[in-house]
């Protein structure tokens, strides 16, 4: 058995989900084999090879995987000859949007967002909102698995040193274009990965006072998130939202400001370490998972969180 | 051009969850069931291009028992034309679903089919992007805009680090993410109108399409629960248990 990793990364660097995918691999039997498919992405692959866990380095190299359209990373996987029993990226937007295409040419039933193996064909996934943890077994002869990066704990980045083979890259389809890009740029830690994130929802009232949750954000060293209400209604771009159908985030300190606690919000954050609740309703659901709950106005309460650190 | 929208019936987003004591599933006697809401959007969207001369025909598509009618006709009272029910009691993964969706498409022969990007109890995120690679199409998935042109589509995606737009030839699947649009609410005169729009019924088996499940659910369990936290009365007593009591800070 030999499962195929399928590396998430900006031709630069190896994001940090793809670690905490490799970890999950190396949860099933067999060897780990990465697959780096992308454009001048040589460093990439470096890294791979560094990382523990890992036991070979598949290199797959074009200048149309540069935006690694779902269209041409499909075809990038299909064009590899190993025998490979599980296929597994994270469950991120990128391995969302083109693991499917893979799990359906190979007539596979895909697993998503799994946060526990349980043995190498059965695995426990959230459903409904993270209201329900389903275990479930494959039949298929292959597994294809997204992986939910924060229910696995990466392994080391460096002291691995892993062949790296150049391989073929398939072919561009003509289907889908690339047009343009625009990415929220941000000195603060990684959302999904950051050690503690300061979100703000609906309470807040408005993008400009986000900018005090921005002050709180940078003397904790912080992410900054929100929920879907803050973003529909415009505040934050898309990026920042936390939930169900956002991203999933499970930091040391999360700390919910001006939040209600909709399920779908919940779903998104629940499995934070600790969870401090700031608010003025008493009421609020996102009580009922806080570890320390702040009733108060937040325009009171975060000011003087900021003097106070 | 002809827009096919997919959609699904499922437990009303409202509703709370709650798992069968014998932890076979979660309970879905007498609970309310309501269009998944992606779908809506779907449908939503298909409605505004077939108003802004885009669209010349919106088909819904549903796959599941005889109750999704229903479903179908709120799809209808929205602005669908006509709807399919592919009827079914089993419940199908995504994998045959799409499977099924295909043999719909090569019927009905759309230039866009419109699903939304997961539905809200399985979470799963996979059918249109299944369907996409069954039918050899381009997708867009996650979709925050939708622009048609010239035979081509400009997608703009919700992604992790931000925006992308991509561009698509027609045909295509897109997936729709919240913030495509808000679905409109169904009027009084457009509920009795849709009551008499076609409705469509074909059984599964007639569609000879293998949609044998893959996977097996072996349990279903509720959440391991967070113990109940305490409320602080002052920020500087919040402070003091991030650094003393969780060490977090």
Known sequence: MTTLVIAEHNNSELQASTYNTIAAAKQLSGETVVLVAGHNCESVAEQAAKAEGVDKVLLAQADFLEHLLAEDVEKAVMAQEGDYSHILAPASTFGKNMMPRISALLDVQQISDIISVESDDTFKRPVYAGNAIATVKSNDSKKVITVRATAFDALATEGGSAAIENVDAGSHTPLSNYVSEELTKSERPDLGTAKVVVSGGRGMGNGENFEMLETLADKLGAAVGASRAAVDAGFVPNDYQVGQTGKIVAPELYIAVGISGAIQHLAGMKDSKVIVAINKDEEAPIFQVADYGLVEDLFKAVPELIDAL | ?249
Do not use: H
């Open chain 2, 1 to 249: 051009m002809k827009i096919l929208v997919a959609i699904k019936r499922v437990i009303d987003a409202n509703v709370k969850v709650r798992v069968k004591p014998d932890n076979s599933g979660v309970e879905t006697a007498n609970v309310k069931m309501s269009m998944n809401p992606f779908c809506e959007i779907a449908v939503e969207e298909a409605v505004r291009l077939k108003e802004k001369g885009v669209a010349s025909e919106v088909v819904a598509v549903s796959i599941g028992n005889q109750q999704c009618q229903e479903t179908l006709r709120t799809a209808l009272a929205l602005g669908a034309d006509k709807a399919i029910l592919v009827k079914t009691d089993d419940q199908l993964e995504p994998l045959a679903v799409s499977k099924v969706l295909k043999k719909v498409v090569e019927q009905e022969e759309p230039q866009m089919v419109l699903l939304g990007k997961q539905s809200i109890d399985g979470d799963n995120n996979q059918t249109g992007q299944m369907l996409g690679a069954l039918l050899g199409w381009g997708q867009g998935t996650f979709a925050s805009e939708v622009e048609v042109e010239d035979g081509k589509t400009k997608v703009t995606r919700e992604i992790d680090g931000g925006l992308q737009t991509i561009e698509l030839s027609l045909p295509a699947v897109i997936t729709t993410d919240l913030r495509l649009n808000e679905p409109r609410f169904a009027s009084l005169p457009n509920i009795m109108k849709a009551k008499r729009k076609p409705l469509d019924e074909i059984a599964l088996a007639d569609l000879g399409v293998d949609t044998a499940n893959r996977t097996e659910t072996l349990s279903v369990e509720n959440p391991p629960e967070r113990s109940e936290g305490v409320k602080v009365e002052t920020v500087a007593e919040l402070v003091d248990k991030l650094k003393n009591e969780a060490k977090v800070i």
